[in-house]
């Protein structure tokens, strides 16, 4: 009976050995915007984003802001050896290309010195240009248009008057 009881014993500490081995070696990874998992499990890609719906060029929301790129760009090859974009909305190839040429912002420095070139500070052009899509947003946000918040103010002032 003792025998019993002990190795039932080593037999339940072993077991428990296995379940805390495999949560360590496996433990669970964050849930963020997507399931965590475990950190070795593979999770299946998110669905990209549609194809952009976009109708021509479209307004901005604030004068600064980076207009918002009204075609597909699937596929286009932004590396260091090449540059898709430039092949159209560079100054030399704009025109023919019919599209409007980076404006004149790209072509300043990073201590302002005005450059021949796109500036390097300017060469991924998705860092803040992206086609408009029909994505679900990821998270909520409280977005009001320049026009939205002058009116806002406007409204707040009159009524303070
Ligand atoms: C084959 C030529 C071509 C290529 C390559 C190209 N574009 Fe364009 N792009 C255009 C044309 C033409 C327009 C204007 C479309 C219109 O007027 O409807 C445009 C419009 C835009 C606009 C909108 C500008 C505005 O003022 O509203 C942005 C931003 C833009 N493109 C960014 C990009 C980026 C970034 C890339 C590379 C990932 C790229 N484009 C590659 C031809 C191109
Ligand atoms: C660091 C952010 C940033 C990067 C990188 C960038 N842009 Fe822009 N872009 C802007 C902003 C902001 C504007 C609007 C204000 C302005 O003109 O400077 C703009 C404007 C534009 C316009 C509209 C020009 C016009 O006169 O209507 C085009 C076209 C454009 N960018 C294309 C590109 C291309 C192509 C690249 C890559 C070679 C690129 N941008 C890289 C921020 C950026």
């Not at 090859?77 to 190839?93: K, M, P, Y």
């Not at 390097?120 to 086609?131: M, S, W």
């Not at 029909?134 to 409280?142: H, I, M, Y």
Request: overall charge negative; aromatic content about 6%; some cysteine.
């Amino acid at each position: 009976m003792k025998w019993f009881a002990i190795s039932s014993l080593v037999t339940a500490l072993a077991l428990f050995g296995v379940v805390v081995a495999d949560e360590l070696s496996d433990p669970p990874a964050p849930d963020g915007l997507r399931p965590g998992g475990t950190i070795s499990e593979i999770q299946p890609a998110p669905e990209i984003a549609g194809e952009t719906t976009l109708q021509g060029r479209m307004e901005r929301n604030w004068p600064e802001q980076p207009p918002v790129i009204p075609h597909n760009i699937r596929d286009y090859q932004v590396d260091a050896r090449f540059n898709r974009c430039l092949t159209c909305h560079s100054r030399g190839e704009a025109v023919e290309a019919g599209a409007p040429m980076v404006s004149v912002s790209h072509f300043r420095g990073r201590n302002d010195q005005v450059l021949l070139a796109v500036s390097p500070d300017r060469y991924f052009c998705v860092q803040c240009h992206v086609p408009q899509t029909d994505a679900e947003p990821l998270v909520g946000n409280s977005f009001r248009t320049a026009e939205q918040v002058l009116t806002e103010m406007l409204k707040r002032q009159e009524e303070g008057q």
